[in-house]
C-alpha cells in the first residue's frame, strides 16, 4: 500500500500522526514541540547537491520560520513575516545577483512557495518553506498542507491523508480559494 521508507510519521512500525484540535495541526508525533529538521536526511549533499550558497540559505531560512512554516524575521519574541524580494534577500544576507538564484533553485525544486495571501482584504506576499524540509511547530498546519499537498503526499499513510483532507473540507469547505498561487 505504501512504502515504509518514505512515511516520516513511522516509528518502530507504529503509525503517528493525529489532529490535535487545540492547536490546529496534524501532529506527526506525541510529546514533542517541534522539529527543525528530520533525522536521516543529509541536506548538504542529497538536497542541495554540496553547493554551500544553496546550503547557508537553506540553513538560515530553516531557522528563520514560525509555527506555520512561513519564513520571517525571528527576534525576540517578535516574528514578523517576510513579504517582499528585500525582505528575503536581508534575511539571507545575500546580494541581488546571488539571492535571485538562490530563490530560483529554492522555487524550482519545491523547497519554497510564495504565495499572496488575502488577509482582512489586503493582499500580502508570504514565502513559505515546505514540511518535508523542516517543520516549524508540532505539527502540519492545513494552511501548510494545503499549499505542499503533492510533495507532502507520498510521505503519509492512507489514515493520515483521509484525516488531514476532512479536516481541510471541515476548515475551508469545497470552494474556499485561500491562496492564489504565484
Known amino acids: 500500500m505504501y512504502d515504509e521508507d518514505k512515511i516520516i510519521s513511522k516509528w518502530n512500525k507504529f503509525e503517528y500522526g493525529y489532529w490535535d484540535s487545540d492547536t490546529k495541526r496534524f501532529r506527526l508525533w506525541d510529546r514533542r514541540n517541534s522539529s527543525r529538521n528530520w533525522a536521516g536526511v543529509d541536506y548538504y549533499n542529497d538536497v542541495c547537491k554540496k553547493n554551500d550558497t544553496y546550503f ?9 520560520i514560525d509555527k506555520d512554516n512561513v519564513i520571517c524575521f525571528r527576534h525576540k519574541r517578535c516574528f514578523p513575516p517576510v513579504t517582499n524580494d528585500d525582505d528575503f534577500m536581508n534575511l539571507l544576507c545575500v546580494c541581488k545577483t546571488v539571492f535571485y538564484k538562490v530563490k530560483k533553485w529554492l522555487k524550482d525544486n519545491h ?25 516549524g511547530g508540532n505539527g502540519i498546519s492545513i494552511a501548510c498542507y494545503r499549499l505542499f499537498r503533492e510533495h507532502i503526499y507520498p510521505h503519509l499513510t492512507g489514515r493520515q491523508k483521509d484525516l488531514l483532507d476532512r479536516h481541510e473540507m471541515e476548515e475551508y469547505g469545497e470552494n474556499s480559494l485561500f491562496f492564489i498561487r504565484k
Not at 56 to 64: E, K, T, V, W
Not at 118 to 123: I, M, R, S
Request: charged share 25%; glycine share 2%.
Open 111 to 135: 523547497l519554497i512557495s510564495e504565495v499572496i495571501v488575502d488577509f482582512e482584504g489586503k493582499k500580502t506576499k508570504r514565502y513559505y518553506l515546505s514540511p518535508i524540509i523542516s517543520l
Open 56 to 64: 547557508r540559505a537553506l540553513c538560515l531560512i530553516m531557522q528563520n
